[in-house]
């Protein structure tokens, strides 16, 4: 995997939007029309979803790195590493629908991509074996970034996820005879145990949702 280039790519993204501020222009606006379920400090919101949007794009090479380790310590590489390629490509050559977005603005979509690929992706494992492929939930982080990014774009870019995902994985994925030995590893306390050494980055990203009235925190 190539993680330091994602992180370059960051990195140089991050000094863009140092010179132009397109990212905090945009989250600007955005405060104006924000969903009520999102929930930002009273003192400085536009600073907390430009730390949210910072951390949730910085988290992807975090996600990549530590889900290709457990993979090779498990010996599960094989079902992970096409997942996790997938989702370096969105960073490294974006779909064209991405075209003429740039700087952290940019990256955010495409941090949705890859944080829904995951998220889809988990899903399915659980339907049919009953436990996620990457133990990483980051479904109330990318219900405000799909806000922030906003509608119809959001629904193109979850669109977009869907295909990828119907054509990496189906039905007979799960059919096969090995189905019944890998969930063995998925589930084997080598593999648990090499999960709870990585932090649950969602938890420090800062901005809360309130569903029906109850705090859910990122």
Not at 88 to 98: D, T, V
Request: hydrophobic content about 40%; aromatic content about 6%; proline content about 6%.
């Amino acid at each position: 995997m190539n993680t330091p280039a994602l992180r370059e790519l960051i990195k140089k993204a991050q000094q863009h939007e140092a010179k132009s501020g397109q990212l905090a222009a945009h989250l600007q606006t955005q405060i104006k029309h924000i969903h009520p379920s999102i929930r930002l400090p009273e003192a400085n919101p536009l600073a907390a979803l430009i730390g949210f949007v910072t951390a949730y794009i910085e988290e992807v090479p975090q996600v990549i790195d530590a889900a290709t380790e457990v993979a090779r310590e498990a010996g599960i590489e094989d079902r992970i590493k096409p997942v996790l390629k997938v989702a370096e490509q969105y960073f490294l050559q974006p779909p064209a629908l991405m075209s003429g977005h740039e700087g952290l603005d940019g990256l955010l979509d495409e941090a949705y991509l890859a944080h829904r690929l995951v998220e889809e992706v988990n899903d399915l494992y659980i339907t049919h074996l009953g436990q996620p492929l990457i133990p990483l939930d980051t479904t109330v982080a990318n219900l405000i970034a799909h806000q922030l990014i906003g509608e119809p774009f959001a629904n193109q870019l979850d669109e977009a996820v869907h295909r990828t995902v119907v054509g990496m994985l189906n039905e007979d994925s799960f059919r096969q005879d090995s189905v019944v030995a890998y969930r063995e590893r998925l589930s084997a306390p080598n593999t648990e145990a090499a999960w709870q050494r990585w932090p649950c980055f969602s938890e420090q990203l800062g901005v809360e949702l309130v569903l029906d009235g109850q705090r859910v925190s990122q």
